[in-house]
């Protein structure tokens, strides 16, 4: 008999208690400053992360789904346009076309990888569509060079959601820069996360970034001169502060989770498990790590019997979603988003997890039947 391990779906302690002593230092800086939003901390982290990402601009946002939504408003996107997005994502995806006022059109994943089906994307485009949200899902990067072609072919804008993968590289370099613009969410629970909400959007197009960060900004160019119908969403302070001090530990974050990864793939040795694929002109970073199970519910019950933390990503796919009855779309319309979202099942996987734990994962996988 094996001793006791429980192990959670995921954990911010082992991160928490090595960041602890920065992040106390982070917050006494901020709250001398009595400076909490459009400061030097944004300003310092903006830069770090745009450096990261090998790119000339980053604006910060109030959270993901507003660098989504702010991205396609500063290209122009509004009511009557159509854009592309994965029928196999976070809501938020869809919800920032919404809220521009255009319709969301859903192109379906490849039952491997997960991400947006390159070879169904042409038969989607219409007169009316005007960009294309790659969502770089689970934290592999999607086939970008098949979606840049298509896109410049039709002149199709391309914003990229990197909010699952922030420093995944295709064929070498980071998601983010391959669009117009790349939207970061640093949701606490995301491979870089802050301690409460923020985002941002990154691009090497001057004009768009001065364009989101006043869209912003309450559309603002200069303080109560208001040139666009803006918003409030801006990175505040402390947020970015706390985010300067985790950013230098994100390649080592995400390597940790690619070590982990591939303890998974190697031990799984269950012939009910569909592992998932990894291409190989892509760096995972395994934001989540799904497997699908056509006996997926029974998995998880076995799962939480044995105190291991599970999820589903998403167990309902947004056409099936109340919210959007209104797009009039059924169950059968996106047959492999469906059977997705009925197999899908994500295990443990977060910086700090023990060998011991993902070996007990392992084998109470190995397990089931
Ligand atoms: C988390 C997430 C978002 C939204 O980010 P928030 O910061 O929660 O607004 C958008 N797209 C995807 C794919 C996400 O996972």
């Not at 959270?63 to 122009?76: E, Q, V």
């Amino acid at each position: 008999m094996e001793k006791k391990i429980s192990v959670p779906f995921v954990s911010f302690m082992p991160i928490e208690k090595e960041l602890a002593k920065s992040m106390r230092l982070a917050f006494d800086r901020v709250y001398a400053s009595s400076w909490y939003i459009g400061g030097k901390e944004d300003e310092n982290f903006e830069k770090a992360f745009a450096e990261y990402c090998s790119v000339r601009f980053c604006v910060g946002t109030g959270n993901g789904l507003d660098a989504l939504m702010l991205s396609l408003k500063a290209l122009g996107i509004k009511a009557g346009d159509e854009v592309l997005v994965p029928s196999n994502t976070f809501i938020a995806t869809a919800l920032a076309v919404t809220y521009v006022g255009a319709i969301p059109v859903f192109v379906e994943p490849d039952i491997h990888t997960y991400n947006i089906d390159t070879k169904k994307i042409e038969e989607k485009i219409t007169k009316r569509t005007k960009a294309i949200i790659p969502v770089h899902l689970y934290g592999q990067p999607c086939d970008m060079d098949s979606i840049l072609e298509i896109a410049q072919k039709y002149s199709i804008y391309v914003v990229e959601d990197c909010a699952q993968a922030h420093g995944a590289k295709y064929k070498g370099k980071k998601v983010g820069t391959f669009g117009d613009v790349g939207c970061f969410s640093f949701y606490p629970g995301k491979n870089l996360g802050a301690l409460g909400d923020a985002g941002a959007v990154v691009t090497s197009n001057k004009k768009v970034a001065d364009k989101i960060r006043s869209l912003g900004n309450y559309g603002s160019d200069y303080k109560y001169h208001h040139i666009y119908l803006g918003s409030n969403s801006r990175l505040d302070e402390m947020q970015a502060a706390f985010l300067s001090v985790k950013l230098p530990h994100l390649n080592r974050m995400n390597a940790e989770r690619q070590r982990i990864a591939k303890m998974y793939l190697e031990r799984i040795k269950n012939p009910q498990i569909i592992l998932p694929y990894i291409c190989p002109e892509s760096e995972h970073v395994w934001h989540i790590f799904g497997v699908r199970c056509n006996k997926r519910d029974k998995l998880e019950a076995f799962l939480r019997k044995n105190d291991i933390g599970t999820n589903k990503h998403y167990a309902i796919p947004i056409h099936l979603q109340e919210c959007y009855k209104g797009l009039n779309l059924k169950y059968g319309d996106f047959p492999i988003a469906e059977e997705i979202s009925k197999t899908e099942l994500s295990l443990p996987m977060y910086y700090g997890i023990t060998e011991e734990q993902v070996q007990y994962v392992v084998d109470i996988i190995n397990r089931f039947d």
